[in-house]
């Protein structure tokens, strides 16, 4: 909780610190990495840093957090904390890196406020900033604690045993421990980190969803690869490496599974909503569901460019007709029709996946939802809107839906 004399400060000033948030993060970062290179080549995505998601993500972050500790002084806003800290869990991040971002990150609001930063409104914002680096401390310490590792040391060696073409741009990586243990645990819908070396000698890391079901020997990724449509979209630059080198035998460096975006007990209704490939951690949910709870009743809802490119196509309507109670609803932007040709003329017979495809722009609104659903959405930004609005329309409340983004989350800045 703020304190007093900060609050006022910060409910006057959040105006203008806020719309000079673009430019401040953007200041901030260069300025960190111009003290700290290594930050940017082993740590940072530099493909977010070049077109600026990063920093709009991190604008969003502070204001909504600012926001919150004026608007509801007796609440924090822990789901949103909650995702960042395991994403700055899964990569490793300690609490000393706190101290060198705050140093730049308030050094970049005194710069650029210049004179309307006063003692007063600059100690007001550094109790923002504690209060918030805080909090994602002892997230952070709590996630490590957990997984029962020390601080920032999540990373080891993992062996790719299998590798799967699943579409034209996405392939699934089997991959083990060396030492022929089981891999760790984890939870359906959770992710890690991949470290690779890339040609110029960058060390750059992204999160994947695990796609299998735990309780195996291995873990399964799914990687779609980035392909560039125009210059703020660079080709992916892990993702083709693991398409170009990653085959079976190859060592990766993989991080400890980390994630919010987890299944609920109980056996209360459930809605997964997924796109391209937003649906892996989907796939995680459902292996589970079929093993342990295949009563639970499962609307699963999934939108691609086309049958072809829809990676794990057959696997999704399988995993599906394992459940009882579960329905399967697909839309697809062109050649829809596609879909029954995975299965013969007759989708409806008996231990055959039984689907709704239509062609277009997936739209949940005509659905009849359970009020007491709890729902799960993955995919990219303008797909999670739309089905949140429809959900919400529906009569879900917006603590019973819950979403995973992949990259920075810019749902806050939009």
């Given at each position: 909780m703020?304190?007093?004399?900060?609050?006022?400060?910060?409910?006057?000033t959040?105006?203008?610190?806020?719309?000079?948030?673009?430019a401040?993060?953007?200041?901030?970062?260069?300025?960190?990495f111009e003290?700290?290179?290594?930050?940017l080549?082993?740590?940072f995505?530099?493909?977010?840093?070049?077109?600026?998601?990063?920093?709009?993500?991190?604008?969003?972050?502070?204001?909504?957090f600012?926001?919150?500790?004026?608007?509801?002084?007796?609440?924090?806003?822990?789901a949103?904390?909650?995702?960042?800290?395991?994403?700055?869990?899964?990569?490793?991040?300690?609490?000393d890196?706190?101290?060198l971002?705050?140093?730049?990150?308030?050094?970049a609001?005194?710069e650029?406020?210049?004179d309307?930063?006063?003692?007063?409104?600059a100690?007001?914002w550094?109790?923002?900033?504690?209060?918030?680096?805080?909090?994602?401390?002892?997230m952070?310490?709590?996630?490590?604690?957990?997984?029962?590792?020390?601080?920032?040391?999540?990373?080891?060696d993992?062996?790719?045993d299998?590798?799967?073409?699943?579409?034209?741009?996405?392939?699934?990586?089997?991959?083990?421990?060396?030492?022929?243990?089981?891999t760790?645990?984890?939870?359906p819908?959770?992710?890690?980190?991949?470290?690779?070396?890339?040609?110029?000698?960058?060390?750059?890391?992204?999160?994947?969803?695990?796609?299998?079901?735990?309780?195996h020997?291995?873990?399964?990724?799914?990687?779609?690869?980035?392909?560039?449509?125009?210059?703020?979209?660079?080709?992916?630059?892990?993702?083709?490496?693991?398409?170009?080198h990653a085959?079976?035998?190859?060592?990766?460096k993989?991080?400890?599974?980390?994630?919010?975006?987890?299944l609920?007990?109980?056996?209360?209704?459930?809605?997964?909503a997924?796109?391209?490939i937003?649906?892996?951690?989907?796939?995680?949910?459902?292996?589970?569901?079929?093993?342990?709870?295949?009563d639970?009743?499962?609307?699963?809802?999934?939108?691609?460019?086309?049958?072809?490119?829809?990676a794990?196509?057959?696997?999704?309507?399988?995993?599906?007709h394992?459940?009882?109670?579960?329905?399967?609803?697909l839309?697809?932007?062109?050649?829809?029709?596609?879909?029954?040709?995975?299965?013969?003329?007759?989708?409806?017979?008996?231990?055959?996946?039984?689907?709704?495809?239509?062609?277009?722009?997936?739209?949940?609104?005509?659905?009849?939802?359970?009020?007491?659903?709890?729902?799960?959405?993955?995919?990219?930004?303008?797909?999670?809107?739309?089905?949140?609005?429809?959900?919400?329309?529906?009569?879900?409340?917006?603590?019973?839906?819950h979403?995973?983004?992949?990259?920075?989350?810019?749902?806050?800045?939009?």
């Amino acid at each position: 909780m703020l304190s007093t004399q900060s609050a006022s400060v910060v409910r006057a000033t959040l105006p203008a610190v806020g719309a000079s948030l673009g430019a401040i993060t953007e200041l901030f970062y260069r300025r960190m990495f111009e003290e700290r290179p290594d930050l940017l080549r082993g740590l940072f995505n530099r493909a977010n840093q070049a077109n600026g998601a990063q920093s709009e993500a991190l604008a969003g972050a502070v204001a909504a957090f600012a926001t919150a500790l004026v608007d509801h002084p007796d609440e924090r806003p822990d789901a949103m904390l909650g995702r960042i800290a395991n994403k700055h869990a899964s990569l490793g991040v300690t609490s000393d890196q706190y101290r060198l971002v705050g140093r730049h990150l308030l050094g970049a609001v005194e710069e650029l406020l210049g004179d309307a930063v006063t003692p007063a409104v600059a100690a007001a914002w550094d109790e923002v900033y504690w209060l918030m680096a805080n909090a994602l401390i002892a997230m952070e310490a709590r996630l490590y604690a957990e997984a029962g590792v020390e601080n920032g040391f999540v990373w080891h060696d993992m062996e790719i045993d299998e590798r799967t073409e699943e579409s034209p741009d996405t392939a699934s990586f089997v991959l083990r421990r060396r030492d022929g243990l089981p891999t760790e645990p984890f939870l359906p819908g959770q992710y890690v980190s991949v470290q690779v070396e890339l040609p110029d000698g960058a060390r750059q890391i992204r999160q994947y969803s695990l796609s299998a079901a735990p309780g195996h020997k291995t873990w399964r990724i799914t990687v779609k690869r980035e392909r560039s449509t125009d210059d703020l979209v660079p080709e992916g630059e892990v993702s083709s490496w693991l398409h170009a080198h990653a085959r079976p035998g190859r060592t990766l460096k993989v991080s400890l599974p980390f994630g919010d975006l987890v299944l609920p007990d109980g056996d209360g209704p459930l809605l997964l909503a997924s796109a391209g490939i937003g649906i892996t951690p989907m796939l995680s949910m459902l292996d589970h569901l079929a093993t342990v709870s295949p009563d639970r009743p499962v609307t699963v809802i999934h939108a691609d460019r086309s049958p072809a490119q829809h990676a794990h196509r057959l696997e999704l309507a399988e995993l599906v007709h394992r459940l009882r109670d579960a329905s399967l609803h697909l839309w697809y932007e062109d050649r829809a029709a596609e879909w029954y040709e995975s299965f013969g003329d007759a989708p409806g017979e008996p231990g055959t996946p039984t689907a709704h495809v239509r062609e277009g722009r997936a739209d949940v609104s005509g659905l009849l939802l359970p009020k007491d659903t709890t729902a799960f959405l993955c995919g990219p930004l303008p797909f999670m809107q739309a089905v949140r609005s429809d959900l919400l329309a529906h009569g879900l409340g917006p603590a019973a839906i819950h979403y995973e983004v992949f990259g920075p989350d810019l749902w806050l800045s939009k």
